[in-house]
């Protein structure tokens, strides 16, 4: 069953910051080449990446379909190798304006949250911050609609990651914060989400702070109250679940089993809210029956959640993942599992003869 979002209002989706990139970086007197890392928003890459795919624009025979690479580390390590010469260029813009202003302290770095998908969903706090940004660094969930709040003078830079292809790794992105920041820049590290749910928020506040440089967090709403309120699914409700529990199955080498899954999980009295885990939702399933939690238990799986390409699956727990499979969901895909599930207005199954929220 599929829910669609009724078109959000127009007031962030235009922006007085919506001149081309080009203009941006011509602002700091930096090249305009089209590998400029600071052009994506217009590239062919940053659209493809927007498909949750990374293809090089080299064409097939002659069907003009693109195609896929087959080395992704050569292609990551060739971007890379394109964007340090003006990379390395905005830094030493960046120290001259700072020397010029008589300045010595370090920039600030802001982890902000863009929340679940949704533009309106974006707090007041964040608009003011990302406004406010020499350099923005984005992930993969970011949408053009908060790139576009970014002043004139600032610079974009896409580090995102999806399976098979890191623009960045995390070491880099580390590294990238720190050297922007000490050259006394404004740094804005965009998430979707809250940056520190399952962000690797945490991480980068680490090492920036035991190298002396202030960090700041601006909170996001996470997917799974975004989502859920969309829904209309309480997370904890009286009587029906006095608990919730956040849970990562994403497995690190990218295989189908995950990573850990403790009993408490599969409590029936509380509500389990899932990251990353549509490739381990069916060893996931196993493991919660086999834990004790029943196959009958109401579930849910939204696909790009809050935003107008959202789509949903209902189903008990038994036959989510099959039901997933026939939809064709793909990442980013949340799944949200507990009793809680049956009190969505789109909850599709016919009302068993004592629901629970009369158990209540």
Known sequence: MAIHKIASFPSLHYSPFTTTRSHRVSSLNCSTTSSSPFTEKHSIERYQRDQWLYANTTTANNNNKPIISSNLGSTREDDIALQLPELKKLLQVLRE????????????????????????????????????????????????????????????????????????????????????????????????GDPLVFGRGGEEMDFLQQQGIQVKVIPGITAASGIAAELGIPLTHRGIANSVQFLTCHSRKGGTDPLFVSESAADPDSTLVVYMGLSTLPSLAQKLMCHGLSPETPAVAIERGTTLQQRTVFAELKDLSEKITSAGLVSPTLIIIGKVVELSPFWPMSTKEESYLMQA
């Open 97 to 192: 304006k700072r020397e010029s202003e008589g300045k010595c302290a370090p920039g600030n770095v802001f982890l902000v949250g863009t929340g679940p998908g949704d533009p309106e969903l974006l707090t007041l706090k964040a608009v003011r911050v990302i406004k406010g940004a020499d350099l923005l660094l984005y992930d993969r969930l970011v949408s053009n609609h908060f790139l576009d709040l970014v002043a004139l003078h600032a610079r974009l830079l896409y580090v995102g990651k999806t399976t098979g292809y890191h623009s960045r790794t995390q070491e880099e992105i580390h590294e990238l914060l720190l050297s922007f920041a000490e050259a006394g820049a404004t740094v804005v590290r965009l998430k979707g």
